[in-house]
């Protein structure tokens, strides 16, 4: 099946520092990615919609400028987490929507922890 | 974006089969059903994905009754690697984007 692969699997930081993460889609391309993130014992929560060649759809409350989404090509999607902070230590994970035969299922990277000191 | 709600928890024995149930009584004509599953630190992993009435696959079964407002996972024999999170969404393919809204998901403990 189609694979979706963030790196790095975790990273810390220091308070201030500007963090960025990695999501690939191996074997197929994702004009759309979706990117979550997760605190402990809660559910996904989805912050944003990532669109190839065009700005990423915010999902309300989420800082647009916070947490900077580049979508280069149809294989790549980037987030950057700007000035981190301890409360933005989180579990982030990627999505794609697969194409072809597997159009309709949401593809997960096995994601990524941030910790900020 | 239709909502969905699950217990929060469930316990099971190994061998047992496990039905978990979720409602989505604003499901929309184009939304389909999909089941994830989540293990600690991880991303979460598709179990199956259905439209109405019965899908079977290698690892579960999901049952959709015809005004599709709610669907029950079916996981047959569960084993202690089964104990993990589930998570029902719905949403269309490729309405609202094709975007996933996860609700808070089912905590599922096999115990031995």
């Known amino acids: 099946g189609a694979v979706v692969s963030q790196h790095p699997s975790w990273v810390i930081c220091k308070s201030g520092t500007s963090v960025k993460i990695e999501c690939r889609s191996l074997d197929f391309q994702a004009t759309t990615m979706f990117w979550y993130r997760q605190f402990p014992k809660q559910s996904l929560m989805l912050m944003a919609t990532?669109?190839?060649?065009?700005?990423?759809?915010?999902e309300q409350g989420v800082e647009k400028d916070k947490f900077l989404i580049n979508h280069a090509s149809l294989t790549l999607s980037t987030l950057t987490v700007t000035s981190a902070h301890p409360e933005d230590s989180s579990f982030y994970i990627c999505?794609?929507?697969?194409?072809?035969?597997?159009?309709?299922?949401?593809?997960f990277g096995e994601g990524s922890r941030l910790t900020v000191l | 974006l239709a909502k969905t709600t699950q217990p929060i928890s469930m316990d099971s024995y190994e061998g047992q089969e496990v039905n978990i149930t979720c409602s989505h009584n604003?499901?929309?004509?184009?939304?389909?059903i999909t089941w994830y599953q989540q293990f600690p630190s991880q991303g979460p992993r598709f179990i199956i994905q259905?439209?109405?009435t019965k899908v079977t696959n290698e690892v579960a079964s999901l049952f959709i009754p015809a005004d599709r407002k709610s669907s029950t996972l079916s996981l047959p024999r569960v084993s202690l690697s089964d104990t993990a999170v589930y998570y029902c969404l719905v949403g269309g393919i490729y309405n609202q984007g094709g975007k996933l809204i996860f609700g808070q998901g089912t905590e599922l403990s096999v115990k031995p």
């Open positions: 259905g439209y109405k």
């Open positions: 999505s794609a929507r697969g194409t072809g035969a597997n159009t309709g299922e949401l593809f």
């Open positions: 990532s669109n190839e060649g065009s700005k990423a759809t915010y």
């Open positions: 604003n499901i929309a004509t184009n939304d389909y």
